[in-house]
C-alpha cells in the first residue's frame, strides 16, 4: 500500500543535510507556512542551508510597529517563519523577491547577517523566482524572460531579443528538499490547499528532489474531489499532519 | 513645488481609470486603497499576485478575518461570488502572458519616459522587488 505519511516532524526533515537547498512555500505572514517543518529544521539546527522564500521574513522578534495607514495584522496561532532559520545562523544563502524593509528598532537577521558577510541575498523577481521554481518541476533546465532587461536584475545575464523584445536568461531553480503547507491530503499525496494560501506551495510541490507537504487533515483515498485537486499526488513524497490544526500545531 | 495630494485623493483619482469590465491588478500600499473607490455601476475583478481572482473588500470585522484570504500586502479581504485560486506560476503567467489590461504600483521615482523606481534605495539594499517588475513589464505597451 502506498503510504506517504511520516508520524512526526523530526522524522520527517530527519535526513536534510549541510549545505541543503530549501523550498519554503508561503507569502508573508498570514498565508500558508509550514511552520512545524521550519521549526523541526530549526531544532534540528542543520547549517549552511539554502532557502528559497518569497518572504523569508524575521524569525522572532518583537511585533513589528503598525503603520499608522495599515490595518492592523494578526498572525495565526504558533506561527514561524523561515526567519527562524537564520535568526539561528542555519542559513548561508537566501533566494527571495521580498526580504523587506528592517523597520527601526525591529532587529532583521537577514540585512544584520548580509552586512556582516555571513550571508548572501539572490534577489528575483517574484514572477521570475516562480517561474524557475515551475521549470525546475517541470524538468526544463532554463528559459528566456522579459522581467529584467535594462535593470539591476537583468545585469550579467544573458540577454536575446525574441520579436524586437530583449529577454534574459534564468536557470530552473531545484531544491533538494521543498517544505509545503496545505489544507488535506490522502495517503497519496494528492492535495488541496485553502483561498490563497496555496500561493508558492503549489508551485514547489514536486520542484525538489523530496517534497514534504505539512496538512491540516489527513483524509481518506477517494475523499478529495479529482476535478479538484490542486497538486496530483505524484509531486509529493511525504506528507505530516497537524495534530491540532485549530491551535497551529 | 506643487502640493502633494493626500494617500486618499491619490486613490480616488486612480479608481477613475478603472473601466467596466477591466482585470486589475493593485499593489502593495496606497494602490490597495483605490479598491475602495471603484466607479459605481462598474464590474471590475481585482487580481491579486499571491493567486486570486475577484476578490472584495478589506476584512474589517473579526469573523470576517481569513488568514487564508489575503490580498499582495497580506491584508486580509473578503470573498466574492465567482473568486478563484491558483499558484503563483500561474499567477505570474497572467501577470506576464499581458493578460491584466490595469495594475497600479506604488513608486519612489519616476522618469518623464515612465522609467519607475520602487524597490532599492542604493546604500540601503538588497530592497524588495516582490512582484513589481513583472508587473510593469506585463502592464507596458
Known amino acids: 500500500m502506498i503510504n506517504k505519511v511520516v508520524e512526526s516532524y523530526d522524522e520527517v526533515v530527519a535526513d536534510v543535510f549541510e549545505g541543503a537547498i530549501i523550498l519554503i512555500g508561503g507569502f508573508g505572514p498570514a498565508n500558508g507556512t509550514p511552520s512545524n517543518l521550519i521549526r523541526a529544521l530549526y531544532a534540528k539546527g542543520t547549517k549552511g542551508l539554502t532557502i528559497v522564500m518569497n518572504t523569508p521574513g524575521t524569525g522572532r522578534q518583537p511585533p513589528p510597529p503598525q503603520f499608522a495607514n495599515m490595518p492592523k495584522r494578526k498572525s495565526p496561532p504558533n506561527y514561524d517563519n523561515g526567519g527562524l532559520l537564520i535568526q539561528n545562523h542555519q542559513v548561508s544563502k537566501v533566494i527571495t523577491a521580498f526580504p523587506g524593509t528592517p523597520m527601526p528598532g525591529v532587529p532583521s537577521p537577514l540585512h544584520d547577517q548580509r552586512i556582516a558577510g555571513e550571508l548572501t541575498v539572490e534577489m528575483c523577481p517574484q514572477g521570475t523566482m516562480a517561474e524557475r521554481i515551475r521549470a525546475a518541476r517541470a524538468g526544463i533546465p532554463a528559459f528566456f524572460t522579459p522581467t529584467g532587461p535594462g535593470t539591476l536584475l537583468g545585469e550579467g545575464k544573458e540577454i536575446r531579443e525574441f520579436n524586437g523584445v530583449p529577454a534574459c536568461l534564468e536557470y530552473a531553480l531545484k531544491g533538494d528538499f521543498s517544505f509545503v503547507r496545505a489544507y488535506k491530503a490522502d495517503r497519496r499525496g494528492n492535495l488541496v490547499y485553502k483561498g490563497t494560501s496555496r500561493n508558492f506551495n503549489a508551485t514547489m510541490a514536486g520542484a525538489s528532489t523530496v517534497t514534504i507537504a505539512e496538512v491540516d487533515y489527513l483524509v481518506e483515498v477517494g475523499d478529495i474531489d479529482p476535478e479538484g485537486t490542486s497538486t496530483p499526488g505524484i509531486y509529493v513524497d511525504r506528507v505530516v499532519v497537524r495534530k491540532n490544526p485549530e491551535e497551529g500545531i | ?141
Open chain 2, 1 to 141: 513645488m506643487p502640493e502633494k495630494l493626500d494617500e486618499q485623493t491619490m486613490a480616488l483619482r486612480v479608481a477613475k481609470e478603472f473601466e467596466e469590465g477591466m482585470i486589475i491588478n493593485l499593489g502593495f500600499g496606497i494602490p490597495t486603497q483605490a479598491a475602495n473607490f471603484i466607479p459605481e455601476g462598474k464590474e471590475v475583478i481585482f487580481h491579486a499576485e499571491n493567486g486570486c481572482l475577484g476578490f472584495g473588500r478589506a476584512a474589517i470585522t473579526e469573523e470576517e478575518q481569513d488568514f487564508n484570504l489575503v490580498n499582495a500586502s497580506g491584508q486580509m479581504v473578503t470573498p466574492l461570488p465567482g473568486m478563484c485560486f491558483f499558484e503563483h506560476a500561474e499567477s505570474f503567467s497572467m501577470i506576464r502572458g499581458r493578460h491584466i489590461d490595469l495594475c497600479v504600483l506604488g513608486g519612489l521615482q519616476v522618469s518623464e519616459k515612465g522609467d519607475l523606481a520602487n524597490w532599492v534605495i542604493p546604500g540601503r539594499e538588497p530592497g524588495s522587488v516582490g512582484g513589481a517588475m513583472d508587473l510593469a513589464f506585463g502592464a507596458a505597451m
